[in-house]
């Protein structure tokens, strides 16, 4: 990569997540492809790409959630075993089931979890915690609520104050913004700003193009390769965006579906 | 037993064992309720049935521990199948529980049936399994399942949290660093068990219903998960203990069915009851929108009569009335006396008439309609004609908020797209026009 070539020297920091060569595929659909990418600490990043680029896929390779067939992910230069804590996941909102009998608070509680390790509870210093998270995502009086009565907009805020709690360094969102009001939409924008200016790292799977420049500062654009990665103002531009969306990908995509066929014996 | 222990009572050791059947079961039921993993249950139940046949077969004793060890062998076994099967071949799961379920069953029945047939056997009682039977149950059996009881309930209690995150969102429980495999493995293994330990008192066919009736009905009642495992546990006892007196005061009445009713019976009453969650307060809720539709339409009416006549609280005889929407009398009646006793109409000659409140929410209710018209015409570019009808069904739903971001949206207009001025509510910032509406001359 170009860009992470000029970015080394200038900032000693290594980068927040660095993944080489990785292979994704599920059962015999490649959902990703030899890519490379190391994203800067600091920075607000936005993956972008059409539906079934493997954008989700990338986030859920970065955090160790699906096998991958090639390749590597480090986390500030570390293996992501010794770097776990300071991950936080944000899956879709529709990933989970909102009826499950549980309130809000319960749910950004869970963010401790991971700190808490094995047996222990969730005590009153966990607790205030999870209620400030809520309180800055401005729904502190619903901490009570349970789940399926919150609106769309509300489940999200629910789900980042879950990731506040978790107190991470690097913040990894599957579509913060899919279904949304307004007003959360501004509410996560904040948050992204605040959590950027306290030196932390955003990357976020983002499907509105229009809004790319605004809130993110770096683009990894991506359909089942890398096409670019890189500063906004660099990389998003028409021609990256045209190979990105662009149909010249579908050759690539059957030979690779007819590669795995084969090689789990599927067809002879 | 004691002299004083009342005959319709089971023995002590009975209801020992059957409590801890009850506690286990549906403790681990909630898990299996949430997770969507119902079915798992009763596929380990009938894969335990050829581990019976066969512990019995090899060690020719009925010692509960060593029929328990046999059930719980297949169960597992099962267990891995289900797995294999999911994992390497092409079979979907609902596809692999049933073969798994149907294949262990059978040649359980085909090894106790040859058992059956050998004369030293025919009092052997293993086909209690099949249906339970919990007079059979004696203080060994109490002891040894109480102590697996236990094992159950300790590894979820330890494990409440993990467990909680994982039925709740497994892929964050997973990017937490917890193992998501092992942990799934740990409620499968823990709910063959706590299945194993329900067969002699439910039997094998009906297992699943003491593992996933207590917990359904328990979730009818509670938002919360901890309260839902503990009216779960207590619904879980009760109808074990209930079934098991039912069975033993009944002339051939076996536990397990028995028990599996009674259980029934709690789950049917709380999906009918329970408040918020049940189908009666469904109904109650859906039956007040419908009330309050038909008032909200005759409103509706009465304020194209007040434009038509110029008087927003004109009279208006109750055959028109009727007449506007076809309406028969008696639901018009009903409406009307609802609007009466709220005080937002009264009776006039052949008729009625709205008070002065009762024109103040006929012209919310027109505004929202004329709004809502309005946005549908002009954003969704829809024609008039299809207008009218979805602008009925939503001005019934939709809450002040959104009538004023509408109104601010379409930068307060002042008719609808028939033309029909738009009604403008008494404590609104426009006091020039603020009764144009209301007042306005019929279009």
């Known amino acids: 990569m170009a860009s992470s070539a000029t970015l080394a020297p200038l900032t000693a920091a290594p980068p927040a997540i660095e993944v080489h060569d990785l292979t994704v595929a599920y ?38 959630l699906v096998p991958l067939t090639t390749g590597w992910v480090r986390i500030d230069d570390q293996a992501l ?18 009826d499950f009998p549980t309130s809000a608070l319960d749910v950004v509680l869970m963010g401790t979890y991971g700190r808490l390790g094995w047996f222990r509870r969730p005590g009153q210093r966990e607790r205030d915690l999870a209620c400030r998270c809520l309180e800055q995502m ?120 007819a590669l795995l066929a084969k090689q789990q014996g599927l067809v002879s | 037993m004691s002299a004083f222990w009342p005959v319709w009572l089971p023995d002590p050791s009975i209801l020992l064992a059957l409590a801890v059947v009850g506690a286990t079961s549906a403790s681990l039921g909630c898990f299996a309720v949430l997770r969507r993993q119902s079915l798992l249950g009763d596929t380990l139940a009938h894969a335990a049935l050829p581990g019976i046949g066969l512990a019995f077969w090899l060690t020719e004793a009925k010692s509960p521990l060593v029929l328990l060890l046999g059930a719980m062998a297949t169960g597992l076994l099962g267990a891995a199948l289900l797995f294999a099967l999911k994992h390497a071949s092409r079979l979907k799961e609902d596809a692999a529980l049933g073969l798994v379920l149907s294949t262990f069953f059978g040649v359980g029945i085909v090894i106790l ?21 919990a007079a059979y149950l004696t203080w060994d059996h109490a002891r040894l399942m109480l102590g697996l009881g236990m094992v159950v309930l300790v590894c979820l209690a330890l494990t409440y949290k993990e467990c909680k995150l994982l039925s709740f969102d497994p892929a964050f429980a997973a990017s937490l660093g917890l193992p998501r495999r092992r942990l799934e493995a740990l409620l499968a293994g823990l709910t063959v068990v706590g299945v194993m330990l329900s067969l002699r008192a ?30 779960a546990i207590a619904f879980g006892i009760s109808s074990s203990w209930l079934g098991a007196i039912w069975s033993q005061t009944a002339d051939a009445t076996p536990t397990g069915p028995a028990i599996v009713l009674v259980a029934s019976v709690l789950l049917v009453v709380s999906i009918l009851v329970a408040p918020g969650r049940g189908l009666w307060w469904h109904y109650l809720r859906l039956r007040q929108h419908r009330r309050d539709v038909a008032a909200e339409n005759v409103l509706a009416d009465f304020y194209r009569h007040g ?120 404590a609104e910032p426009r006091p020039t026009e603020a009764k144009e509406g209301s007042t306005g001359h019929g279009s």
Request: proline share 6%; net charge negative.
């Open chain 1, 27 to 64: 059962h015999t659909q490649p959902v990703l492809w030899d890519v490379d990418v190391a994203m800067p600490p600091g920075k607000l990043i936005a993956i972008v790409g059409p539906n079934g680029a493997g954008k989700s896929t990338l986030l859920k390779a970065i955090l160790g």
């Open chain 1, 81 to 98: 075993a010794a770097r776990r804590q300071t991950l936080a996941y944000i899956p879709q909102r529709t990933s989970v089931d909102w």
């Open chain 1, 138 to 257: 401005g729904i502190a009086d619903l901490a009570q609520r349970q789940i399926s009565q919150l609106s769309g907009g509300q489940q999200q805020r629910v789900f980042l104050a879950r990731a506040l709690a978790q107190e991470a360094r690097t913040y990894l969102m599957d579509e913060p913004f899919a279904g949304v009001d307004a007003t959360t939409e501004r509410t996560i924008v904040e948050l992204l700003r605040q959590l950027r200016d306290q030196g932390r790292t955003v990357v976020a799977v983002h499907h509105d193009l229009q809004t790319v420049p605004e809130y993110f500062d770096w683009v990894v654009l991506l359909n089942l390769r890398l096409v670019a990665a890189g500063p906004v103002e660099e990389v998003f531009n028409t021609e990256n965006l045209h190979s990105t969306y662009g149909g010249q990908l579908k050759i690539l995509s059957q030979a690779a579906a």
């Open chain 2, 113 to 133: 049936t040859r058992l059956q047939n050998e004369p030293e056997a025919s009092q052997s009682g293993l086909d209690h399994f099949i249906y339970g039977q």
């Open chain 2, 202 to 231: 439910v039997g094998v066919v009906l297992t699943v219903a003491l593992l996933i009736g207590p917990a359904a009905a328990a979730r009818q009642w509670t938002q919360r998960l901890s309260t839902m495992m503990g009216l």
């Open chain 2, 307 to 426: 434009e038509r006549q110029g008087d927003r609280t004109a009279p208006m005889p109750a055959a028109e009335l009727a007449d506007q929407r076809g309406l028969r009398f008696p639901p018009l009646e009903r409406t009307m006396r609802d609007l009466c006793r709220r005080g937002l109409a009264e009776s006039a000659g052949d008729g009625w008439r709205l008070t002065e409140a009762g024109a103040d929410e006929a012209a919310r209710v027109m505004r929202s309609h004329r709004l809502w018209e309005l946005y549908l015409a002009r954003r969704l570019d829809l024609p008039l004609d299809h207008v009218h009808r979805d602008a009925e069904e939503m001005e019934h739903a939709l809450p002040s908020e959104i009538v004023a971001e509408l109104d601010a949206h379409l930068g307060h207009p002042r008719v609808d797209p028939h033309g029909h001025p738009i009604p403008r509510l008494a």
